[in-house]
């Protein structure tokens, strides 16, 4: 069966997880709401239609996915999944609510923003997204929420564009943010995968899906014992540096120009 609810929070204009910039940043979603399946089209055509099967690759449970938009993953999901899907912009949510009922999944639709997760600790077995942690104002604030949302040794897996690996390229993305970031919402010089280490997950395994390490597949673990969600440990940040991405490498055997980030930085 399928179940759609929306909104936790009441209708109208207010202040997601009480800060401004995130306000600004619904806002512009709100707007791009009709037209951002449209704006999206070219991704998809270059690689993301690939990559999102790659993001849900074995999913099964109780999954979290983060910033769900207009619900573009949705129909991707198998039917032995519970979904919930959060989103702070009603009118991405309104979009969603089609996709979700052409979901083979469970699907809840929740108004709601990754830094102020309404769920309990430990209530799901994964936490998924794509071309979200460009958007959250507070990344890190998002990512200790999924990791305490996440039972112990849950998966966190994120499909994210951005910083570019090469210096060169990387000047030209910061030049561009702040345009970027006002026309779209949508940061694109976020260290994404060094925000989920320092956020303290394990087993942090980073694939890039282009030769720019622009698009990455982000795979980690919540701890096996979760402590204190604050922030990363050494013992955590060594265990980090030896981790082995045999997972990530499975998911991108199709994919050509998929390359481990450890081969591409040295
Ligand atoms: C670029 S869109 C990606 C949508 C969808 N995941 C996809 O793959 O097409 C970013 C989404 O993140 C949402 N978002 C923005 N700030 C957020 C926050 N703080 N927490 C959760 N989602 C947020 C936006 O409303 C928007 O729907």
Not at 13 to 24: F, I, K, N, T
Not at 58 to 78: H, I, K, S
Not at 198 to 216: C, E, K, P, Q, T
Not at 238 to 266: F, S
Request: charged share 25%.
């Amino acid at each position: 069966m399928r179940r759609v609810v929306s909104a936790h929070f009441p209708p109208g204009r207010w202040h997601v997880g009480g800060s401004m910039e995130q306000a600004e940043v619904t806002r512009t979603y709100d707007r791009n709401a009709p037209w951002y399946d449209l704006m999206q089209a070219p991704m998809e055509r270059m690689g993301a239609r690939r990559w999102r099967p790659m993001l849900l690759e074995g999913m099964a449970g109780r999954v979290l996915e983060l910033g769900v938009g207009t619900g573009t993953n949705l129909p991707l999901y198998d039917r032995n999944v519970v979904v919930t899907a959060i989103d702070p912009s009603a009118r991405m949510l309104e979009r969603a609510r089609a996709r979700a009922a052409q979901a083979y999944a469970t699907v809840e639709l929740v108004e709601a923003v990754a830094e102020d997760l309404p769920f309990a600790t430990a209530s799901f077995d994964a936490v998924v997204a794509s071309f979200v942690f460009c958007s959250v104002s507070d990344p890190l604030a998002g990512l200790h929420e999924a990791r305490r949302v996440l039972v112990p040794g849950g998966e966190l897996r994120l499909l994210e564009h951005q910083r570019p690996s090469g210096p060169i390229l990387a000047r030209v993305f910061d030049a561009l943010d702040p345009l970027a970031r006002r026309l779209s919402g949508a940061s694109i010089n976020r260290p994404t995968d060094d925000h989920v280490r320092v956020a303290g997950f394990d087993d942090v395994a980073s694939l890039f899906l282009d030769r720019f390490g622009i698009v990455r597949l982000i795979a980690a673990r919540a701890p096996s014992t979760q402590g204190d969600a604050s922030g990363h440990d050494a013992q955590t940040a060594a265990h980090d540096r030896q981790t082995p991405d045999g997972e990530l490498a499975e998911l991108a055997a199709e994919e050509p120009n998929a390359r481990r980030a450890k081969e591409v930085d040295r």
